[in-house]
């Protein structure tokens, strides 16, 4: 992958990430943070708190809201929990997500300022969703 910045898998970071261009995230992560660009969190990688990018590639381990400015893709084997928000989701076969998730709405703006010290809260499902899926037999 050309034009970008690796965090290696030996780095610890605890505390806010910032960056701008893209990046591939190998190491771990506690605080959570924002890149303006791509964000690859790569199958060793282990992200715990929130996350901004302009488009979210995961292969590996993500506990915090994402939120991808223009697309998700969420790969076998990637495990999130959280939720996610973007116009464009792509999840495959294999991927393991726990939260809810948002398409074509805008992400709570507390989460955008600052990703970093935004708390997670459930996602609310709309009255006409909980009706259809009590109708269709599941909980």
């Not at 893709?73 to 959280?82: D, E, F, K, R, Y």
């Amino acid at each position: 992958m050309k034009n970008f910045m690796t965090v290696t898998h030996e780095t610890i970071i605890a505390g806010a990430f910032k960056s701008k261009g893209n990046v591939r995230f190998e190491g771990r992560l506690e605080g959570g943070g924002e890149v303006e660009g791509l964000l690859l969190i790569s199958q060793r990688a282990k992200w715990k708190g929130n996350m901004v990018a302009d488009i979210v590639i995961v292969e590996g381990s993500v506990r915090g809201d994402v939120v991808a400015r223009d697309k998700l893709i969420v790969l076998n084997g990637a495990i999130i929990v959280g939720n996610l928000y973007s116009p464009n989701i792509q999840i495959h076969p294999g991927a393991r997500i726990t939260g809810g998730m948002q398409m074509n709405t805008t992400p709570p703006a507390a989460l955008l300022a600052s990703p970093a010290r935004y708390r997670a809260q459930p996602l609310k499902r709309p009255a006409q969703q909980v009706a259809l899926t009590k109708a269709a037999g599941a909980a």
